[in-house]
């Protein structure tokens, strides 16, 4: 006969329910980024065409760790 194992269930929603909530979280804070830049008067962004530029960022730490 099946069976269901209750705790299991319930742990397996909570984090499922809170990896709804997190990318949820995200999507909102994205939107409120957009529509910063929105009111500020922008209407688009240029982006580079090679999307691979992070090597030519540097450390602006004083002390690097």
Do not use: C, H, W
Not at 5 to 20: F, G, P, S, Y
């Amino acid at each position: 006969m099946p069976t269901v194992d209750i705790e299991e269930n319930i742990k397996t929603m909570r984090n499922r329910l809170m990896d709804l909530q997190n990318q949820l979280f995200k999507l909102q804070g994205s939107l409120e980024v957009f529509e910063g830049f929105e009111k500020a008067g922008l209407t688009k962004i240029d982006l580079p065409k090679n999307p691979d530029y992070t090597d030519d960022l540097k450390s602006i730490q004083e002390k690097p760790e």
